[in-house]
């Protein structure tokens, strides 16, 4: 795996050596684009599912209060940001994302 790393590295930095640089700005904007969408639709899902608890009953209850603030959305939400947000770390490799939460 490493050897292929510096090959594609090494190599590419040689094949590259007498050309100019790729222009890959509408890519960027692209993928930029696609994370801000994801990003806002998740928080979105976030914000339906806080809000009421939050307006009916507090912020107190809502973090504090064992049965506040907790819905099964909200926990398929926190276990679908971590995959969402590995798309631009990187984690999209073929390894499982790492989920910082436990299912209770």
């Known amino acids: 795996m490493l050897v292929t790393y510096y090959i594609a590295v090494l190599g590419g930095r040689e094949l590259m ?14 993928h930029n684009l696609y994370l801000t969408i994801i990003s806002g639709s998740l928080l979105a899902l976030f914000i339906e599912q806080l809000a009421p608890t939050v307006w009916r009953k507090g912020v107190f209850f809502a973090i504090c209060d064992h049965q ?4 099964d959305e909200l926990v398929i939400l926190y276990y679908v940001r971590p995959v969402a947000m590995s798309i631009d770390s990187g984690g999209a490799n073929g390894r499982a994302a790492k989920l910082p939460y436990q299912v209770r």
Not at 17 to 30: A, C, D, E, M, V
Not at 68 to 71: A, P
């Open 17 to 30: 050596r007498s050309r100019p640089p790729f222009k890959l700005n509408g890519l960027f904007i692209i």
């Open 68 to 71: 506040g603030g907790w819905t």
